[in-house]
Each structure stands twice: as C-alpha cells, then as structure tokens.
C-alpha cells in the first residue's frame, strides 16, 4: 500500500465523519508492520469533549485487531490542506509507532507531504 493510496482510504473515510459540530470532517487511514490498514473518521459528542478524532479511531481499530506498531498514518480533510494530528494525537500515534518510526501523511498544496513522527513530537513523553 503507497501513501497516496492510504490518502485515498483516509478520504473515504473522512465522508463517514461524525462532525455536525465543527462541520470539519477527517479521515485517517494506519498501515501496520504486517502490512494490514485501518480506517477511522472523527466523531464528535453533544458533550464536546467526548470527541474522538480520526486518528484515534484508526489506531483504537489497529489495537483491538491486535496490531501494536504502525508504520505510517495518512490524514485527510475535506475542509484543510496539510491537516496534521493534534496534540493528543501525537501522543497516540507514539506509543504505537513502529521500529523503523512512523510516518505521518498529509495531503498538500500538490501532493502528500510526509512527517516523521519524531519531527511533529520531539522530545516525546514515554514511561
Ligand atoms: N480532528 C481530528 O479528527 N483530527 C485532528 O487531528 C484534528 C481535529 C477533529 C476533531 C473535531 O471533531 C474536529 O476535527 C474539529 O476539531
């Protein structure tokens, strides 16, 4: 699976958003070391902070899959260019990033762009 095919999952799954809040729909689509994707969409509460973003809900299907090192995550919205994880994001995506790192995938201006997770959390918190 190439990053702009994980793109075009993370785009599907972006329509599925629960967003009727914000109005503002992401995708996000995680490719594991054995090589198996997951999608997951934000989906927001009347309650706002019950809000899970996609990212979070790609990764929470990872790891009930069983799946415990991601390699890569493409992030995709309707509504930004260049949307990278939030904070609380981050952090998640770093406790399951894989050996070799873990790659974030953004749509650009043209094209995808790719970030290190290192590059978007430097000096992560981890116990
Ligand atoms: N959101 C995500 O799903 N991922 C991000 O990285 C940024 C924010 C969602 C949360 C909320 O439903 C909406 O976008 C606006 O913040």
Redesign the pocket.
Known sequence: MNYDEMINLAERASKNAY?PY?K?K?GACVLTDSGKVYTGC?F?NSSFGM?I???RNAVGSAVADGERKIKAVA?FSPNMKN????GA?RQVLSEFKSDDGLDVIVQGEDGVKVYPIEKLLPETFAL
Do not use: D, K, L, M
């Open positions: 967003a914000s503002f992401v934000n927001e809000t973003c996609a990212e992030i949307c990278t994880p939030c994001c």
